[in-house]
């Protein structure tokens, strides 16, 4: 009897902040989002590069 592999579900791949971006090629959120909401505000605060990293150093790339 063969022994069954679990299959792992999709990991999404992160993209940093600093990434550079080009005009014209925003998602189509992006364009609309009123930069003054808490949400977008608070999102701008996180140090996501760094939270990412800590994710994955303990669950794994």
């Not at 550079?20 to 996180?46: C, K, M, Q």
Request: with cysteine; glycine share 4%.
């Amino acid at each position: 009897m063969a022994k069954q592999c679990k299959s792992r579900a999709y990991t999404p791949t992160y993209e940093s902040s600093k990434q550079l971006t080009l005009e014209g090629f925003e998602h189509p959120f992006e364009r609309s989002l009123n930069l003054d909401n808490r949400w977008v505000v608070l999102s701008h605060l996180i140090p996501w590069d760094e939270l990412v990293g800590v994710y994955n150093k303990h669950v794994g790339e």
